[in-house]
């Protein structure tokens, strides 16, 4: 194999793969990617048994071939090389030169013949998309999806796609049993429905890890209508010469709609952004593992307070519109933060029945996004 590429073009391709291959040594082949010179331009794959990443980019090929080579070494390589053209050339033992300007590095590689093969993917099927709806739909959800949770279908998004005559709608729920966040938009025009215009729902859970990588490609920037789509146990999300396939988690999703509270009429209004100032100078005092915040509603008013024996005390009091009952209960206050975090609106809703009912999180500009926070006993 023998390939010339822009320094820029390679780097873009390879800093897209860096989150997808195996950090953990299990197979040394998956920490390195897959370099396939073919007619029209240099493949780059990546995976991990879970998630595979596949994109093809621009060079000249001298030669076709293909190796493959530690992800993170060619990557730090490149990031160092000025910009220019880079030359790779693979030998019959697998170790390939990189050379560039005055600088060459050997690396060693090992034969691309032993690199997983990606799943075959039909094009048919897929559902056109718009991008910034799905980046959005992600932001305000992903958050909330459990991290190494025992409970391993807590680590993924459950993503629900309903298609009528009419639209396409997309719904993402995350929860990790203290907190969870849905959000709903519609992100395309009419969809394919069922028998006698039936809508179809199609629903499926994806790991973290590919929602994440799916949103670090459509950060790059919105240029066409991605496309995603399901099989048995595949989901497949394509754009713009890029295609990342993930395996999807098998498994019942807890029944969120049965966690989070009906409307009522105890509903405090707050400012999001002197909420979420005076959130993080009281929550400095908090103990710092549950970062326990004391919070209370009353009326016209709403009071924050948090003590540590080792450090002592805070207290502020904010503006509110509340007109209630007085509550008094307790938050750990990252979760709250990370909420604030997605949202976008000048002002936003707090709603619990009892101290220790759930609380819902809502705010008048996204009434597609609902947010359920479990308060803690302090």
Known sequence: ??????????????????????????????????????????????????????????????????????????????????????ELTSTDNNWTTIQAGKSQFKVVGLPSSEYPALPTIEREGLTPLSGEGLLELIRKTLFAAGDNDARYILNGLLVTLVSTDKKTSLRLVGTDGHRLAV?????????????????????????????????????????????????????????????????????NYPNYQQVIPKESGKKISVSRSELESALRRVSVLAKDKASAVKVSFASDKMTLFSSSPDYGEATEELPAHYE???????????????????????????????PLSPCLIQEPESPGFKCVVMPIKI
């Open 183 to 251: 959000a709903e938009q519609e992100v395309g025009k009419a969809g394919t429905t069922g028998t006698k215009g039936v809508p179809q729902e199609m629903k499926a859970i994806i790991p973290k890890k590919a929602a994440h990588e799916i949103r670090r490609l459509l950060e790059e920037g919105v240029d066409a209508e991605p496309l995603i789509g399901f099989s048995k146990n595949l989901m497949i999300f394509r754009k713009s010469g890029l295609l990342l396939t993930s395996r999807l988690m098998e498994g």
């Open 324 to 354: 209630g009952e007085a509550i008094q209960t307790g938050f750990n206050a990252r979760y709250l933060l990370d909420v604030f975090s997605v949202m976008d609106g000048e002002t936003l809703s707090l709603q619990m029945e009892t």
């Open 1 to 86: 194999m023998k390939i010339r590429i822009g320094r820029d073009e390679l780097l873009t391709g390879l800093q897209r793969v860096q989150g997808v291959v195996e950090k953990r040594n299990t197979m040394p082949i998956l920490s390195n990617i897959l370099l396939e010179a073919k007619q029209d331009g240099v493949e780059i794959v990546a995976t991990d048994l879970e998630i595979g990443l596949r994109g093809l980019y621009k060079g000249t090929v001298l030669s076709t071939g293909g190796v493959t080579i530690s992800a993170r070494k060619l990557f730090e390589i490149v990031k160092e090389l000025p910009p220019g053209d880079i």
